[in-house]
């Protein structure tokens, strides 16, 4: 019989993108435990679950203040193909964030944040081969994230929370990357970019941010991005990009709460930016009058299906990363 097993994780290479950590997160993959039997079968597929539980932590020694929650879960089933490699073949729905996740989460744990689990073969087969996971946490009160799993198979413990892995998480301003709203835009067309030209977002409450456009990544998909870090709840964003002060401003959308886009999101990815963990919305970055009269949209509740498409049809980009 195979012997039992261990979950690994890999932190994920460097994935910066203008001076920009743009996720962290892990690679799962299995190891021999190296004692006892495992409960997976030879040959034929037994029921399996993985899950994923985060401890924060104020400080790497103690004393400590310490919050533990559980984050996700994941069903499927395992199968040995020989007696050291199994293969996990994960169900339709990937993760699926843990209630506890955001209701235990105490009220100082604002800011939102996502974590990024691959899954490859040998060891995996999945519906989804990398899932963002979107947290909570108080970048405040705790400096460090421990992420820990835990592998059952057939209903019982193969290798639990202390056995498994652990993935070690700095907590800064910046790290993991706060979830926010990315704008694309298409570039002007033509090889240099104006210096007077640049993208405005307005939101209901607060100060104007202004983006020189020679500012944007380009991230390989046509765009130049400007993240809008942290849009708040009930704030409606307004974005207008000008190429020079004789222009007259280019309405790219107006009224869209950008909060409800990265809540509607949870970390799902999507085209254009895939790379980022995006939900895109599209917009055109030089409207005919009629387009820029549809763009006048949104709101407090977010875009409607119509919306959306009315957005789709369009060319530049607003997504959540």
Same mark, same amino acid.
């Given at each position: 019989?195979?012997?039992?097993?261990?979950?690994?994780?890999?932190?994920?290479?460097?994935?910066?993108?203008?001076?920009?950590?743009?996720?962290?997160?892990?690679?799962?993959?299995?190891?021999?435990?190296?004692? %006892?039997?495992?409960?997976?079968?030879?040959?034929?597929?037994?029921?399996?679950?993985?899950?994923?539980?985060?401890?924060?932590?104020?400080? #790497?020694?103690?004393?400590?203040?310490?919050?533990?929650?559980?984050?996700?879960?994941?069903?499927?089933?395992?199968?040995?193909?020989?007696?050291?490699?199994?293969?996990?073949?994960?169900?339709?729905?990937?993760?699926?964030? #843990?209630?506890?996740?955001?209701?235990?989460?105490?009220?100082?744990?604002?800011?939102?944040?996502?974590?990024?689990?691959?899954?490859?073969?040998?060891? /995996?087969?999945?519906?989804?081969?990398?899932?963002?996971?979107?947290?909570?946490?108080?970048?405040?009160? /705790?400096?460090?994230?421990?992420?820990?799993?835990?592998?059952?198979?057939?209903?019982?413990?193969?290798?639990?929370?202390?056995?498994?892995?652990?993935?070690?998480? #700095?907590?800064?301003?910046?790290?993991?990357?706060?979830?926010?709203?990315?704008?694309?835009?298409?570039?002007?067309?033509?090889?240099?970019?104006?210096?007077?030209?640049?993208?405005?977002?307005?939101?209901?409450?607060?100060?104007?941010?202004?983006?020189?456009?020679?500012?944007?990544?380009?991230?390989?998909?046509?765009?130049?991005?400007?993240?809008?870090?942290?849009?708040?709840?009930g704030v409606l964003y307004t974005a207008e990009m000008t190429l020079s002060p004789a222009d007259s401003p280019t309405l790219?959308? *107006?009224?869209?709460?950008?909060?409800?886009?990265?809540?509607?999101?949870?970390?799902?990815?999507?085209?254009?930016?895939?790379?980022? %963990?995006?939900?895109?919305?599209?917009?055109?970055?030089?409207?005919?009058?009629?387009?820029?009269?549809?763009?006048? *949209?949104?709101?407090?509740?977010?875009?409607?299906?119509?919306?959306?498409?009315?957005?789709?049809?369009?060319?530049?980009?607003?997504?959540? #990363?």
């Amino acid at each position: 019989m195979p012997r039992s097993l261990r979950l690994m994780l890999t932190p994920l290479p460097s994935n910066t993108g203008g001076g920009r950590l743009l996720f962290d997160g892990a690679r799962l993959s299995f190891a021999l435990m190296g004692a %006892g039997l495992s409960k997976a079968s030879l040959g034929s597929a037994t029921a399996g679950k993985l899950s994923l539980r985060m401890t924060f932590l104020d400080r #790497a020694r103690a004393p400590q203040d310490i919050e533990e929650r559980a984050l996700a879960t994941m069903a499927g089933s395992i199968v040995f193909s020989g007696d050291s490699a199994a293969v996990f073949t994960s169900d339709a729905n990937g993760w699926v964030v #843990a209630p506890e996740a955001d209701d235990q989460a105490p009220d100082g744990a604002t800011s939102q944040r996502a974590l990024r689990f691959e899954l490859e073969s040998p060891d /995996f087969e999945a519906a989804v081969s990398s899932q963002d996971l979107v947290v909570r946490l108080d970048p405040v009160r /705790f400096r460090f994230l421990e992420l820990r799993t835990k592998l059952e198979i057939g209903g019982s413990t193969e290798a639990d929370f202390d056995v498994n892995d652990v993935l070690d998480v #700095a907590i800064t301003a910046s790290t993991p990357p706060p979830l926010g709203a990315t704008i694309g835009v298409h570039p002007p067309l033509f090889d240099s970019i104006p210096p007077s030209a640049k993208l405005v977002v307005t939101p209901s409450e607060g100060d104007p941010i202004t983006f020189p456009l020679s500012s944007g990544i380009d991230r390989g998909d046509g765009l130049l991005s400007f993240l809008v870090p942290s849009p708040k709840p009930g704030v409606l964003y307004t974005a207008e990009m000008t190429l020079s002060p004789a222009d007259s401003p280019t309405l790219l959308f *107006q009224d869209i709460e950008l909060n409800q886009l990265v809540l509607q999101s949870n970390g799902a990815s999507a085209a254009p930016l895939s790379s980022l %963990g995006a939900d895109a919305l599209l917009f055109d970055s030089t409207p005919q009058a009629a387009d820029a009269e549809e763009a006048v *949209q949104g709101g407090p509740d977010g875009p409607t299906d119509q919306q959306l498409a009315s957005f789709d049809a369009q060319a530049g980009t607003v997504a959540v #990363a």
